[in-house]
């Protein structure tokens, strides 16, 4: 006992210490902190004593008793500290609302000092040379005093922020910034929004749980198990993300409402600020929204934009006749247009002003205006249009595009919100975007073009359908050189002929479309399965529909000019070729000419006089060729210089169109000249022995036989028939060929004949009839010679033997008409034929040939 008690160890070690740096470190864990309390409490092991293996309590027990009650110690001293650092707090707080008091006095009074001094200042302006000094001094004390201000009015506004975020985070309320709200007036409003604005970037920043993926913020660890109590755990007890953008959908509804009243009183300050305001927001998308889908112009349109075209059905007819001239943009898209244009010029002025964003909003007004209120119409119209004709849909299209284009140019010019000067580019850019989205569904790839040849191809069926329903039940000639050929043009008459008819009965054709078609064909009934009666006026070639055709295709390629682009002129143009090549080329054209040469060839061999009547529809025929390849070639083929590849193309399609039509033509007239010749040989075959041969005394009728007179007034009836052809080079070619063909017969028929001294006389008047009927015509001057050399021949049957051989010495060893002389193979012929060859004289100049 003495031992124990003299001692100052006990039986057990000691506990250690603690203090507060203890448990400040990052790396402190309740575990470790209980594990080594633990493992400083087991002692060593003795090996004396039997219970060293059973379990002893008391130095944990011990260890932790002392553990706590040093832990209550630091509990203790830690809320002291608390308390005095709270106290601290306070004492701060209100020594800075009195510095900010006592700021706040001292700027009222240097106000009031500022004013006071203002006022002795501008009282005292009649001293003269105390001016300039006072001047400065009041200079620099109003500098300094606005500086004061600025500092004053940011530390409200900061004070005023961190208490509304004092109040959004603690308690979840706003109830400052919403009496802000409530106070009349727009700059109480634009000033809540801006707080507003700070406080969600404050949020972002400080209050990071309410604006992470998850759901709430993330718990901590909680130390009740172990008695520890977490005094700096948990999170925020409010979200003030939702808090705070609930606040700013109500506050932003409120500032809509301010601008749309702002903008019924033409306040354009206020509508700006709130505009910029609401730009922070949310990128200015809401007050851009509610300007243009509240409009005035949009909401007055609506009902017109909605209403159906007004059905006025002369303007529709006139617009369906290709033969008059279009009436123009429908009214109605018309009035739209022209109201678009005032609107736009006017609200570009408010926009300005309104919006520090200005061309933003130009942008989306001038979408809304195209992409509603000018599509909509347009559709309506277009729609219109293509249950009329598609000739209405086509010069609807047309003019509705030209009326909108210079709309756009028209906007351009003004400038808009660059007014007075040209818009800036991207509004420019916008513009001819818009006009462009406004008809590419009417004119993407070939959807246009194909309209464009395919109105032209009804409206020129209609126009040949009698003229080609007439050579279609015409009687070909079997024979001929031109048979193959005319048999080709007999087939495609053919699939013409009924590709029009089921076209007229197909049901996709509107009335008016047909009632029109039926028109220009000249129908009166719409029943095509009866039977139709042509004339013969109905085939012969028109130069006035082939101005019509011409006109009409002039019209085509205006429009495909004008609403195609550049970059697909060329092939436009190229496919509008093809289409006038077929229809006045093939089916009109060339089945006028194998008409022709038809009738000529069927008149080769007849036996009675040929009617020559098929002549004159050949100039009709060149008329039409010549204003078909001026049109091709001034027109057509230079709208496509651009493109190398397709103007040669086209330049090979036109050649070989001509070609063809030349061909024909001149088929034509090589066949006619056989027809003149046949004929001739045929007329001069029945020339009698005896009218060269007349007996002496006996009585004549006439000064020419009757052979002569017929053909010479055939002759006649040939060169006025050649002169309705044909005429400048092309008749003196025709003439001058038959003229050959005749003379050629005449030589050689008087070299058939017997001729006495009285028939010498009748020769010669003959010929003469002869040489005066040819010489009518407009021969060349190489043919004329010939005709003059014909009037020789008569005199060799009436001159004596002396004349002969003064003749003789003139005669050429060549063929005849050689230098305008006669051969002697000829002269002989000739001579041999007078009935006093026989006598010396006759005989003597023959034997010195």
Known sequence: MERAGSSARTLFPRGPSFTLEDFSSTDFTVRDFIDNLAETAVPANRKSGPSQNQFDPKPLIRTFENALSQLGELAGDLQEKESELLSQARRADITHNQTLDTLGRKLDQSIDAFETLNISLNSGAENASKDAADGNAAVQIGERL???????????DASFLIRCWTEVSETGQLTSLEDIQRQPGPENKVRCAVIASQLMRISQRLDTASWSQANGAQKRGSGAANGVNGAGGGGRAHNTREILEKFSETLEQDLLKQFNDSYRRQNFDDMRECAKVLHDFNGGSSVIATFVNQHQFFIDRDQLVSDEVTVDNEAWELIADPDSESPGVDPGLQSLVDEVKLTMQEESFIIKRAFPYYETVLIKFIQRVFQQSIQQRLEAVLDKAASISSLAFLRTLHASRAYINSLVEDLKSHGLTE???????????????????????????????????KSLDELNSSLLFKFTLYHAK??????????????????????????????????????????????????????TKTEIEVSEEDGVLSVANAKRMIKWLAEGVRRAIELGSANETAKDVNILLGLVLDSMGRVYLETGLEAALDQATSQENVKTEPDLTYLPSIRPAVTIANLMDRFITTVLVRLAESNTTVRRNMEAQRRMGMDSIEQKTNAVIKSTVAVVTNWVAKSLNSQRKTDFRPRDGELLDSLQT????????????????????????????????????????????????????????MVTQDIAK??????????????EGTVELLTEIGSLFIVGPEALREKSRTLTTGPSGAGRKLSKVDFRAFVQRRDDLASVGIQSLLASL
């Not at 008459?493 to 054709?509: C, G, Q, T, V």
């Not at 007179?709 to 008749?731: E, K, Y």
């Not at 002869?770 to 043919?783: D, E, F, I, N």
């Open 146 to 156: 606005e500086d004061l201000d600025r500092k004053r009015r940011r530390a409200l």
């Open 419 to 453: 007014h007075p000067e040209i818009c800036s580019a991207q509004i420019s850019q916008t513009l001819d975007q818009q006009l462009e989205e406004l008809f590419i569904p009417y004119l993407v790839g070939n959807s246009y073009i194909d309209r464009e040849k």
């Open 474 to 527: 015409r009687k070909k000639a079997p024979t001929g050189f031109m048979a193959s050929l005319a048999q080709q043009g007999t087939q495609f008459l053919a699939s013409a002929k009924d590709a029009y008819m089921e076209r007229l009965d197909s049901s996709d054709l509107t009335a008016t479309q047909k009632v029109m078609m039926l028109r220009i064909a000249g129908l009166k009934d719409s029943n």
């Open 706 to 761: 009757p052979t002569c007179l017929q053909i010479c007034t055939f002759l006649s009836r040939v060169s006025t028939q050649a002169g309705a052809a044909v005429d400048g080079d092309n008749l003196e070619a025709l003439e001058s060929e038959v003229a050959l063909s005749v003379l050629k017969l005449l030589f050689d028929h008087f070299k058939k004949f017997q001729v006495n001294a009285t028939g010498g006389l």
């Open 770 to 783: 002869y040489v005066a009927t040819l010489k009518g015509w407009g021969l060349s001057r190489q043919v």
